[in-house]
């Protein structure tokens, strides 16, 4: 009879703590990434921006249905109204290279080109529902993003990673669940009079408003907030009140006004008065395409409102709709992208970490120091 062999040391235990180790420190590490301060604030400052949004559609839909009026125009020149008299008297009283006067005169021409491309921004996608579905608008309104990634590219020097191009695509699925949702509640019963034309104008304001996003980033990092609002309340003003009288004073005229109507015209007018304010700060510590992502909720936050002052039909998938765009801005946000350097420079061809998401870089910094220290 053979004698027992000796059985070898049990090595089960240690390799299945071990993994279980880098398992848990793996976890450690995604959510020390996702989940820092400077993420979860620039979340909370694009769903601000997206409740501002929200109440301009509210404000817009109640004077469309309930009142009949449907002078978007008018609407907004009340908003660069106000912009006029904030900012751009601030930039009047201001002495030196940020004076009002000094500004106009070496760059008025480049403002001009912003205020209207803001101004029709506005205004060709709300002309656009008069044609289209809803479906259209939503969708093709996205075309935006790419648009605004491109001219960064080019304009900013913006570089990104792999996981940008895989959070635009998650965010971009998100409003794809949406607008099944709107299908499926029946949210979408109009073919539109002319779908072409609707969808070229949505094209062609996502189109502008991705160069007036551009353009403002540019200038909040460069120069200031107050000049790049400043400018656009006084040529916004100037532009939306000629093409006011051109288009929109028969509508104006049968306006059947009272306090309920101005009411809703004032609630309009604080909201994207907030919008363009708080805008600027935002892309300032962040970029334009990162807050263009946190801003797809804006239709969501529209459509829950809804259900109780329209009586839309809720549907589960509006809730997977906001889950997955928030993944996809969250995933956006967790790694910064870059700036590469002036392509005239005689430096070599290096890149080095832009603003975009900088207070994420600098949490990343003291982490890994810290790291090191222990």
Not at 46 to 74: D, F, H, W
Not at 205 to 215: D, F, K, Q
Not at 320 to 346: H, N, Q
């Amino acid at each position: 009879m053979e004698a027992a062999t000796p059985a070898g040391p049990d090595t089960s235990e240690p390799l299945a703590e071990g993994a279980a180790g880098e398992f848990s420190s793996l976890l450690r590490r995604i959510k020390g990434k996702l989940f820092t301060w400077h993420i979860l604030k620039t979340i909370a400052l694009g769903q601000m921006l997206s409740l501002c949004i929200c109440g301009t559609a509210i404000t817009s839909q109640y004077l469309a249905e309930r009142y009949k009026v449907n002078t978007p125009m008018l609407q907004s020149f009340i908003n660069y109204c106000l912009l006029f008299l904030i900012y751009t008297v601030m930039l009047a009283f201001r002495s030196g290279s940020d004076n009002l006067l000094v500004i106009l005169k070496r760059k008025w021409w480049k403002y001009i080109l912003l205020g209207l491309a803001d101004v029709e921004a506005n205004y060709v996608i709300v002309r656009a529902y008069q044609y289209t579905t809803l479906t259209s608008v939503q969708l093709l309104d996205c075309f935006g993003i790419p648009v605004l990634m491109a001219l960064s590219w080019f304009i900013l020097n913006a570089r990104y990673r792999v996981i940008h191009f895989i959070a635009v695509a998650v965010c971009l699925l998100g409003v794809g669940t949406m607008v099944g949702a709107d299908i499926l509640a029946g949210r979408e019963d109009s073919s539109g009079s002319d779908v072409l034309i609707g969808d070229i104008l949505v094209l062609l304001g996502a189109s502008l408003y991705a160069i007036s996003n551009v353009c403002e980033e540019y200038i909040v990092k460069k120069l200031s907030r107050q000049e790049f609002l400043g400018m656009v309340g006084l040529f916004g003003t100037i532009i939306s009140g000629i093409q006011l009288l051109i288009v929109e004073y028969k509508d104006i005229a049968r306006i059947p006004w009272d306090w309920k109507i101005a009411l809703l015209f004032m609630a309009f007018a604080l909201c994207m008065f907030c919008l363009y304010s708080f805008m600027p700060l935002v892309i300032k510590v962040t970029s334009a395409t990162s807050v263009n992502l946190g801003i797809l909720t804006a239709d969501l936050y529209s459509l829950f409102f809804g259900l109780f002052l329209f009586g839309y039909k809720f549907s589960g998938l509006y809730i997977l709709s906001f889950t997955v765009i928030m993944v996809g801005f969250i995933l956006y946000c967790s790694t910064p992208t870059r700036t590469a350097e002036p392509a005239e420079s005689s430096v070599p061809p290096v890149t080095s970490i832009g603003i975009d998401n900088l207070g994420l870089k600098l949490e990343e910094n003291l982490q890994e120091t810290h790291s090191a220290a222990l």
